[in-house]
Each structure stands twice: as C-alpha cells, then as structure tokens.
C-alpha cells in the first residue's frame, strides 16, 4: 500500500494581487516544476502552524496563515500526498528562495502559462477560476453604475 503523504502549502499573495510560485529544484521529487511553498505535517502539528514553520524554513519569512483554500490527494507513482493550500499574507521579511531554484509572483491569470506538479494544479485552476468570477464580477458592476 503506498503511504499518505500530509503536505500544506501556503497561497502568498502580495499587495499587487500576484501570487508566489516557486520552482522545485533539481535535487527535489518532481524537480523543475512550480508548486505552492510547503512541505510536510508533522505528527501532531496543526495544518496553519506547520504550514507557518514551513515557510519560516523554506523562504525565510514568516507568514500568517489565514483560510483553507483547497484541498486534493495526488497519486505519484510510489505515494500519495494529501496537498492542503491555505491562503496566508507575509507578516514579516520577505520571501528568500532557500530550496527552491526560484520565486516569482504572478497574476492569477498568468498562473497557467508554468508547468505545475500535479499535486498542485487543482489550487491553480481554482485560483484562476477565482479571478475569472471576480473580473466578471467587476465589469458587471462598472456596468451598472455607467448606466445611471
């Protein structure tokens, strides 16, 4: 039986509405592809503290977490991981690749043009769904208060 694999990952958005990917690297499973910045639950440990430990680890700042966004079990080919993304806003330092290749932030609407690990993509997609609802949302309002 393969093992269940307990993974958080945080969803860090910025003031200008952009997003933080980064790159695994290529001493990492599943190297040279973008996720969310996370790692592993331990024995123990609620989701938001160990979803802040990790980022303090990884990224050298410290984050608050704040809402559940998504949550999805992944089939890799010698186990399974339990990826949870929580939303969190940078309370202090900013974010310092330590383990991944690379940090950047994108829009959500650009977030599909990198190459996701799987584990990751149903958080993408909902991100990107999220801005398509919002943006509708927003012309339909500018709508209505052109046509007073």
Not at 37 to 60: H, M, Q, T, Y
Not at 88 to 113: A, M, Q
């Amino acid at each position: 039986m393969k093992k269940t694999v307990k993974v958080v990952a945080a969803i860090i958005e910025n003031d200008q509405n952009q997003i933080l990917c980064a790159l695994r690297s290529p001493s990492m499973t599943t190297p040279n592809m973008w996720e969310f910045p996370g790692g592993k639950v331990e024995a123990n440990e609620d989701l938001f503290s160990a979803l802040e430990r990790e980022i303090k680890e990884e990224l050298n700042c410290k984050v608050k977490a704040k809402d559940l966004f998504n949550e999805h079990s992944h089939e890799y080919e010698t186990f399974i991981i339990n990826l949870i993304t929580i939303k969190c806003i940078v309370t202090e330092g900013i974010p310092i690749p330590s383990e991944h290749s690379k940090l950047i932030w994108l829009k959500r609407e650009n977030l599909d043009s990198l190459k996701w690990a799987p584990a990751d993509i149903p958080a993408v997609k909902q991100l990107i769904n999220e801005e398509k609802a919002a943006s509708k949302g927003n012309s339909a309002n500018s709508l209505l208060s052109n046509s007073h």
